[in-house]
């Protein structure tokens, strides 16, 4: 509208219509070794059901059911989730039920939460109306079972 002295700019020139992959100019940005790839935890959600194992080098939060171990970087067991397994993680937040051995640096028993089985840690906290049956053993190095341990027997009803 108000262009008197100024040079009218030229339009952008049109996207390249070429698929990325065609043109080995381009680079493909990937993250770094060793960071994170999610920002957000990865959710089984409430109406989902897994029968086997669960291994993530991320945040995992569980709000179904896990049938089998799951190893994390965090783990979050929601009100509604439900593990039957061994539970490995670097930080661990109980709010509903496992069934099962439990080893992690950090271990939190929230209120609510119902937790059936041992539990190796470095740090430990249970907050009131938690439900807890079996033993609770500190360990400097609490992911790793110690070489002179007996195998954790197998988790089920053996039925």
Do not use: C, W
Not at 10 to 34: C, F, N, T
Not at 40 to 47: G, K, N, R, Y
Not at 53 to 77: C, N, R
């Amino acid at each position: 509208m108000f262009t008197r002295g100024k040079t009218p700019e030229a339009p952008p020139p049109p996207p390249s219509l070429k698929p990325a992959s065609a043109d080995p100019q381009v680079a493909v940005k990937r993250p770094a070794p060793g960071m994170s790839r999610a920002a957000v935890p990865s959710i089984i959600s409430a109406d989902v059901k897994i029968v086997g194992s669960v291994k993530s080098e991320g945040d995992i939060q569980i709000d179904g059911s896990i049938e089998g171990d799951v190893y994390a970087a965090v783990l979050t067991i929601g009100q509604q989730g439900s593990v039957q397994g061994k539970v490995v993680a670097e930080t661990i937040t109980v709010q509903g039920a496992v069934k099962g051995q439990i080893r992690g640096k950090k271990v939190q028993l929230a209120t609510g939460a119902k937790v059936s089985g041992d539990i190796y840690h470095a740090s430990l906290s249970i907050e009131p109306n938690a439900i807890f049956e079996g033993q609770v053993k500190y360990a400097q190095d609490p992911m790793n079972p110690p070489a002179d341990a007996p195998p954790a027997p197998p988790s089920g009803d053996g039925a």
